[in-house]
């Protein structure tokens, strides 16, 4: 079953960033109730702190480690790396889970909110699984593996002009993923790439999308019955615990009751 699927990954690494709220604590949870060394990254590390002692007191194998790391710095990623090259060897899993939308449209958006998505959507992760790999690279890791969070947005356009420069973002992390599949290929490792591109799943990312507007967001959420963070955490561990030759590449998955 797949609690014996994950057994390989007792007490190693995970790199989860954005866990600090939503799909990336419950994913944190989930990894370190399967006995991983897990380090959530985010920008605040209270309630990362606080997922860590209840972790603890509930008596997971796993642990929870908080780092704090600004995503949309460069400086700040690479030295969260190599502190966790010093502390904990390195990483085998990096889960880019860290992503945000601003409402901005593409006829009057404004350039800083673009930027901020291209930073945090699209750099970060590039500038986390590059790391990740050299990681596993220089320890001869390879079976290790990258999961990039993605969306359904990454795959279609909806009418929402709030959501389009978000949409562009996440299609390419679709390409970003296979353009990965397909490096670690060529530089011949069984190291593994894969996305998982959810609809809507409740958590804070519409709060923060319409921060002027907590009713629309609210909306967002009461229309259907969404995903929740823990169905994206069972997606992440049954990627994981999917045998060494099996790459799952895309996830697709929506409530069952989503139109778009």
């Known amino acids: 079953g797949r609690a014996g699927a994950m057994e390989r990954w007792t007490g190693r690494v995970a790199l989860v960033t954005g866990a600090s709220v939503g799909i990336g604590a419950a994913v944190a949870r989930a990894l370190v109730q399967h006995g991983m060394k897990v380090v959530g990254c985010a920008r605040s590390v209270d309630k990362i702190?606080?997922?860590?002692?209840?972790?603890?007191?509930?008596?997971?194998?796993?642990?929870?480690?908080?780092?704090?790391?600004?995503?949309?710095?460069?400086?700040?990623?690479?030295?969260?790396?190599?502190?966790?090259?010093?502390?904990?060897?390195?990483?085998?899993?990096?889960?880019n889970n860290a992503g945000l939308a601003r409402p901005e449209p593409l006829l009057s958006g404004k350039t800083e909110g673009w930027r901020t998505m291209i930073d945090v959507n699209v750099m970060a992760v590039s500038i986390c699984t590059r790391e990740a790999y050299q990681s596993m690279k220089e320890r001869n890791i390879d079976d290790g593996h990258i999961i990039n969070i993605n969306s359904m947005n990454g795959h279609s356009v909806v009418p929402q002009s709030v959501v389009h420069f978000y949409s562009a973002t996440?299609?390419?992390?679709?390409?970003?993923?296979?353009?990965?599949?397909?490096?670690?290929?060529?530089?011949?490792?069984?190291?593994?790439?894969?996305?998982?591109?959810?609809?809507?799943?409740?958590?804070?990312?519409?709060?923060?999308l319409h921060d002027?507007?907590?009713?629309?967001?609210?909306?967002?959420?009461?229309?259907?019955?969404?995903?929740?963070?823990?169905?994206?955490?069972?997606?992440?561990?049954?990627?994981?615990?999917?045998?060494?030759?099996?790459q799952i590449g895309d996830i697709q998955m929506r409530p069952t009751e989503q139109i778009s």
């Open 170 to 208: 996440k299609y390419a992390v679709t390409a970003l993923t296979e353009g990965l599949r397909q490096e670690l290929r060529e530089a011949r490792t069984h190291i593994r790439a894969t996305c998982i591109s959810p609809g809507l799943v409740e958590t804070g990312f519409a709060f923060k």
């Open 212 to 246: 002027n507007d907590p009713e629309r967001a609210a909306a967002t959420y009461e229309s259907i019955r969404c995903l929740k963070a823990e169905d994206m955490a069972n997606a992440v561990i049954y990627v994981l615990s999917a045998p060494p030759h099996v």
């Open 49 to 95: 702190e606080k997922l860590a002692a209840e972790c603890q007191s509930a008596g997971y194998p796993g642990t929870l480690i908080p780092y704090k790391c600004d995503l949309s710095n460069e400086e700040e990623i690479l030295s969260m790396f190599s502190a966790i090259k010093t502390l904990h060897q390195g990483v085998d899993v990096c889960i």
